[in-house]
């Protein structure tokens, strides 16, 4: 459900390429008035709306899964680097390319799946896939970091070098953090810090 919330945007591109834009001009049907009933202005409305929906509710429920993670065990920050490409870089070129696809193109679309069923495949044996490109849109950033536990004098590097949070992170601070995959994801600090305060206790 993780991987198929990241291709929202391919979703949507292929529910816009199906519509049928000539039910425009016969302005909006009205179900109570109209005897005959509506009809749906979609080519293929089964596949499209379904897929749509499917990806909709999948993001939706990346959404939740991040926000009810509770992250436990604290670690130090070392040092951090941003790296706001990699997100982007994760989806956005696979749906610009298929951006031509359509419904209506049997061929291309079983040739879809297949690729996104290996992309699913290599996302989640590499340990990536919960990122998510859309989740730049709701402030969550990812950063190369290196940490050490609290108490130790051994500097220690996360898996893969990576951790997602919502917000901006700095070397020094003290956050608590959980691992999906390689992937460590942080809590926020509160405004008055208690965070790093409970941390010792």
């Not at 509710?57 to 436990?72: D, E, H, I, K, Q």
């Amino acid at each position: 459900m993780v991987f198929a919330g990241s291709y929202l945007p391919l979703a949507l591109i292929l529910l816009a390429q199906d519509f049928d834009y000539a039910f425009l001009k016969s302005g909006i049907c009205n179900p109570i008035l109209n005897r005959l009933g509506c009809a749906i202005p979609l080519a293929h409305p089964a596949f499209s709306l379904t897929i749509f929906v499917l990806c909709l509710l999948s993001f939706c429920f990346t959404l939740m899964t991040l926000s009810l993670a509770r992250p436990r065990n604290f670690v130090d920050i070392v040092s951090v680097k941003y790296v706001p490409a990699e997100l982007m870089s994760y989806t956005l070129p696979y749906v610009v390319s298929f951006m031509s696809i359509g419904y209506q193109d049997t061929g291309k679309f079983v040739g879809l799946t297949i690729f996104l069923i290996w992309m699913f495949w290599i996302s989640y044996t590499s340990g990536q896939l919960i990122l998510n490109p859309l989740l730049i849109a709701f402030g969550w950033r990812l950063y190369e970091v290196s940490y050490r536990f609290p108490g130790e004098k051994i500097e220690r590097e996360a898996r893969n070098g990576r951790a997602l949070i919502r917000g901006e992170l700095e070397s020094g601070q003290r956050r608590a953090q959980v691992s999906v995959q390689d992937i460590l994801i942080m809590g926020a600090i509160n405004d008055k810090g208690q965070e790093a305060e409970n941390a010792g206790t």
